[in-house]
């Protein structure tokens, strides 16, 4: 029998038939032993093979679960991770550890612990963190945490202490949540953690992680100045005995800088003082410190009490010589020195200058350099921007040896200064950098009487020069008597072989001074009507088309046709207006051939317009959401009664301009008028051109404003009228008698547009108003203006010296009330009187050569209009009298108004203060 049989082959063959059958027991075993091994094997075989097969079905299952798996995305929830902070930077590694309570205070963004017996006394400008650990019934220890906010605790402070209660909770891993606590309104829980024995303390105790801007503490100096071509600034001690009546003293309080002007003082440094105060108070200040110049005798307290005085009657009497507490010529002078470190030591040479001369200029500063400027009483270190830091820290030791070297004043300061933020003492020691024009503002009429008799014998042969000058009459070279006058035009030729022009005016390095030329000129012609008209037509034939919008509840709206004209002084309006495009025809083209009409053939312009009382709301919306839309299109700011002639010619001498809002809605309630409130309406052109003819509503309703050479408007609506009522009132349009037949015309097409059929439409004549309700709704018959004369003559002048120079310019083409500027000076010629307007902000010597140049038109119209002599007449912002106001068109009150700086000094010498 083979080894390694199955049963059933072991059961056969033990049944066949053996010839010699011998039985051995040990054979027998083994046999028996090796089949029960053989059976195991196969069973364990099965069992294995089965156990493979599930696990590779199983295998193959989760394989496709997993794909399902990836697919389906994960809550929320399960894709937040907790943020890898370290927050021992914030908390210590055994907080939470040890049952009682600890309380942080945020310093600076941080959490700082506090002292425990600190705990409970809170500063109300602070913010603090209360941890109170504690062991739970199960013998675990728990937190709770609050942050508690004080009532005058800045905002970085009540940020960080919630943040930083947060990062404590998740740094013990406490499931707790973080409880707010503001001051004066704890909780009872709060409250139990100190016993009710809460303490709160003003002010803080930390300090804000912000910067805080702090106000900028100005040392109070005092200075001498002197010279004429370039002055000099010399500190001196703050005290009335440095005062000397032969010099300008400036002293610079901070937020006041007082100009002392002594009675023997010269006007040139006078002058170039006050421009040197401006810049101070320009560049330094931004225009936050006030000016205040005063005169010998003409003092204020407040400039003695920072002096020790005021002095005795005495001292000013006494005899002042330049040889007391005088420095040496030598030490005076400033000296530059450039730092630099050498081979382990520091070197100081000194700097000169490339000419040669001792003049120091800006050129010899180099950014990558520190300097230091000896003025005996003032030690200057200037550190430029690419300079490093150990020569910086280096030139400001030196610089206190430096002064510590010789004796020197106890007023003598060391001062520090970057490059790009010197002062205008610092600049004042170098030529050229004192940023003050170098012109003379000052020259009176004597010096140029004098000026020009130097070169009378130079004069030199000019032909045309008579045109420069004017273009219908000369120049004479003949002078006034008079002290305050200056150049003067007369009607004679100028004679054959000598120059039209004055001496003064031929030198060139001279003509640069001033510019009066405007005073001399005749009074612009007006334009005819018919040619005017026929300008506007022209005007009109080249418009294809305009749209028209109104700003209202912060967006533009479309305007109605009707409306079109219209305006209202409280809004903002754009005129989309479509030209025809004038295009020069090419030779040798046919001119009957026409062109096709493509987008070329037109240029479009945006007009956008202001009225005189609107904020500037409408500008700004316009600016940054709808001006990048019209990147192409000429855009063109108009305000109100500044419009220029192309503009006003589209609507045909019709323009309208009410008060307030166009829809009351939108109006504040506090500036609603009344619906039944008398309305007067004035329908006038400008004297040069008929274009600029506007109807303008006033600001009051008074018979005082009727005039007979305009007309009016007067709109009277009834009271108690409801909306089913046919008549809401009337309308009168009153024409004057020297009226103009055509503005009568205009004036009832203009009330018949503003007003529908509910309001009845009366013409008037001068001498035909019914005599009750008229006058009634005008406030009463009152004396009225029977000529407008003034008309013919009024002239605008401008005297400003914002160009460099001081110089009068003619406001000629249509001048209005928002012309008078509050920083300059404006000369009104009414025909009979000549008025001085004095904006609050001009400057002295603004004032005084107006003045003077006023004095000078007088007397140059007695040589021109001898039949109608001038009176010169001073005014001011908001004082101006009935004939200054009715030279201009609708004269309404002004926006703002403030006192001017003559009008200050007149209530400080009342008040003795």
Request: glycine fraction near 4%; hydrophobic fraction near 35%.
């Amino acid at each position: 029998m083979l080894a390694g049989a199955s049963p059933q082959q072991i059961s056969a063959t033990s049944l066949l038939p053996t010839k010699n059958p011998v039985k051995d027991p040990i054979a027998r075993k083994k046999r028996l032993k090796l089949l029960k091994q053989n059976v195991n094997e196969n069973e364990s075989s099965k069992v294995l093979k089965g156990m493979r097969e599930v696990a590779e079905s199983k295998k193959s299952d989760k394989k496709l679960t997993g794909k399902f798996d990836e697919i389906k995305g994960k809550r929320w929830d399960e894709q937040l991770e907790k943020p890898k902070l370290d927050y021992t930077e914030f908390f210590e590694d055994d907080v939470g550890h040890i049952p009682g309570i600890v309380c942080y205070e945020i310093d600076k963004f941080l959490p700082s612990p506090v002292e425990p017996a600190l705990n409970g006394k809170f500063f109300e400008g602070d913010c603090y963190i209360v941890l109170k650990t504690y062991y739970d019934e199960a013998n675990n220890l728990n937190w709770q945490i609050f942050f508690w906010i004080g009532s005058q605790s800045s905002l970085d402070k009540q940020a960080c202490a919630a943040m930083h209660a947060v990062n404590l909770r998740n740094f013990l891993g406490a499931t707790c949540r973080t409880q707010r606590e503001e001051q004066n309104e704890e909780s009872d829980e709060f409250l139990e953690l100190f016993g009710n024995d809460l303490c709160y303390i003003e002010g803080a105790r930390t300090t804000s992680g912000f910067y805080k801007v702090e106000d900028i503490e100005y040392l109070t100096r005092m200075y001498k100045v002197s010279g004429t071509q370039r002055i000099v600034l010399e500190p001196v001690p703050i005290h009335y005995e440095s005062l000397d009546p032969r010099h300008v003293f400036l002293l610079d309080n901070g937020m006041s800088i007082y100009l002392w002007n002594g009675s023997k003082c010269n006007p040139i440094t006078r002058s170039k003082a006050r421009l040197f105060a401006e810049n101070i108070n320009k560049y330094e200040r931004k225009f936050q410190c006030e000016l205040i110049q005063l005169k010998q005798g003409d003092e204020v307290m407040p400039f003695w009490r920072i002096l020790d005085g005021p002095p005795s009657a005495e001292f000013f009497t006494k005899e002042f010589s330049d040889a007391q507490n005088e420095p040496e010529p030598d030490k005076f002078h400033p000296k530059l020195y450039k730092v630099g470190i050498g081979m382990g030591y520091l070197e100081l040479p000194q700097v000169q200058a490339n000419t040669g001369k001792l003049v120091l200029t800006k050129d010899l500063l180099d950014t990558r350099g520190v300097y230091i400027l000896d003025c005996y009483t003032d030690i200057f270190v200037w550190m430029g921007r690419k300079s490093t830091r150990l020569v910086r820290t280096a030139a400001v030791k030196l610089s206190t040896s430096l002064e510590a070297m010789i004796s020197r004043p106890a007023h003598t300061m060391v001062s520090s200064t970057l490059e790009g933020s010197e002062n205008q003492i610092f600049k004042s020691k170098f030529e050229g950098w004192d940023e003050l024009i170098p012109v003379d503002y000052t020259r009176t009429a004597d010096a140029v009487l004098k000026k020009s008799e130097k070169f009378k014998k130079t004069q030199v042969q000019r032909e045309g020069s008579v045109d420069s000058v004017s273009s219908s009459s000369t120049v004479s070279t003949n002078y006034l008597s008079a002290p305050n006058s200056t150049l003067i035009r007369s009607h004679s030729a100028a004679p054959s072989g000598s120059s039209a022009l004055p001496a003064i005016l031929q030198n060139p390095s001279e003509a640069l001074k001033t510019d009066l030329v405007a005073l001399f000129k005749d009074r612009y012609e007006p334009v005819p009507d018919v040619e005017a008209l026929g300008m506007m037509e022209e005007m009109n034939d080249f418009l294809e088309s305009k749209e028209c919008f109104v700003f209202e509840n912060k967006k533009f709206v479309r305007l109605p046709e009707n409306e079109i004209g219209q305006f209202y002084s409280e809004d903002c309006y754009l005129y989309f207006c479509k030209y025809w495009k004038v295009e020069e025809e090419e030779d040798g083209k046919d001119q009957d051939e026409e062109e096709p009409i493509t987008e070329n053939s037109f240029e479009c312009k945006l007009y956008f317009w202001q009225g005189r009382d609107a904020n500037n709301a409408g500008w700004l919306t316009f600016t940054f959401s709808l001006k990048k839309k019209f990147k192409d299109i000429e855009i063109i700011k108009l305000d109100q009664q500044q419009e220029s002639p192309q503009f006003l010619a589209h609507f045909n001498r019709q323009l309208v301009i009410h008060k307030g809002k166009r829809n009351p809605s939108v109006q504040k309630p506090a500036q609603k008028s009344s619906s039944y409130e008398t309305k007067m309406y004035q329908l006038r052109r400008n004297p040069y051109s008929a274009i600029c003819t506007r109807c303008i509503q006033l600001d009051q309703a008074t018979a005082l404003n009727l005039c007979s050479s305009f007309c009016f408007i007067v709109c009277v609506p009834f009271e108690n009228t409801d909306e089913m009522s046919a008549t809401k009132g009337i309308v009168y349009v009153w024409i004057g008698k020297n009226s103009n037949t055509e503005e009568a015309k205009i004036a009832e097409e203009i009330a018949q547009k503003m007003y529908d059929e509910s309001f009845s439409i009366q013409v008037l004549n001068e001498g035909e108003e019914p005599e009750t309700f008229f006058w009634h709704s005008l406030e009463g018959r009152k004396p009225y203006d029977t000529s407008a004369e003034y008309m013919n003559y009024m002239r605008l002048f401008r005297c400003s010296n914002d160009k460099g120079y001081f110089s009068v310019t003619e406001k000629c083409n249509d001048f209005c009330q928002d012309d008078l500027a509050d920083d300059d000076v404006m000369i009104l010629d009414t025909g009979e009187n000549v008025y001085l307007w004095i904006g609050p902000s001009s400057s002295e010597i603004e004032v005084k050569l107006a003045f003077k140049s006023s004095q000078v038109y007088i007397q140059n119209l007695k040589l021109k209009q001898s039949s109608r002599p001038r009176r010169l007449l001073l005014t001011t912002k908001g004082k101006e009298p009935l004939a200054f106001t009715k030279c201009f068109h609708a004269w309404s009150k002004h926006k703002n108004l403030q006192i001017g700086n003559l009008e200050k000094k007149l209530i400080l010498k009342q008040k003795n203060i």
